[in-house]
C-alpha cells in the first residue's frame, strides 16, 4: 500500500512541477511571440491575452501547491514559537493547520461552484469559461492534499527546540 501511495506522490508533484513550468514557458512564449508580432509586424494575436490569462491562473494554482510541498509559503511561526510549554506550541500549530485547511476547503467549495458555473464563452476563442477556471479548484486541492500529507511534520517538528527560532 505504501508504495502505491508513494507513486501517486511521486506522479502529484511530477504534475505539479510541470503544469507550473509549461505554464510559465508558455506565456512567456505567447507574450514574447505577441510583442514580437505586434511591434515589428503590426498586427498580434488576438487570442494571447485569454490564452496567458489561463495559464496564469494554472500556474498560481499548481505553483501554489508546489510551494507547500518545497516549504517555500510563508508561515507566521512567530505567534505559535511563543509559548514556552512543547504541548502548548504543537497544539497552536495543529490549530492554525486546521484553520487553513478548513480555509482551503472553503476556497475548494467556492472554486468549484464558480467553475461549474463558467459556461459564458471566451470573447475571442469561443471556449468556455469553466475550461479556464478548472485549475483553481484542482489547484486549492492540491494545496490541501499537501498541507494534509505534511501535517505530523508541521506539527511535531519543533523549530523552538532545534534552535531555529
Request: aromatic content about 12%.
Amino acid at each position: 500500500m505504501t508504495n502505491i501511495m508513494r507513486s501517486v506522490d511521486t506522479a502529484i508533484h511530477w504534475i505539479e512541477d510541470v503544469v507550473s513550468a509549461f505554464s510559465l514557458a508558455a506565456i512567456v512564449a505567447i507574450a514574447a511571440a505577441n510583442t514580437v508580432d505586434r511591434y515589428i509586424f503590426a498586427s498580434g494575436f488576438l487570442w494571447a491575452d485569454e490564452v496567458n490569462q489561463a495559464l496564469l491562473v494554472a500556474m498560481a494554482m499548481f505553483g501554489s501547491a508546489r510551494a507547500f510541498r518545497t516549504g517555500g509559503h510563508i508561515e507566521f511561526s512567530t505567534v505559535s514559537n511563543l509559548p514556552k510549554s512543547h504541548a502548548v506550541r504543537m497544539g497552536l500549530r495543529a490549530f492554525i493547520l486546521l484553520l487553513t485547511v478548513i480555509f482551503l476547503v472553503f476556497l475548494f467549495i467556492i472554486c468549484a461552484q464558480y467553475t461549474s458555473r463558467g459556461t459564458i464563452l471566451s470573447t475571442v476563442l469561443k471556449v468556455p469559461r469553466m475550461y479556464y477556471y478548472v485549475s483553481m479548484p484542482i489547484g486549492f486541492g492540491l494545496c490541501i492534499y499537501e498541507l494534509v500529507r505534511m501535517a505530523k511534520h508541521k506539527i511535531v517538528d519543533d523549530p523552538v527546540q532545534d534552535g531555529n527560532q
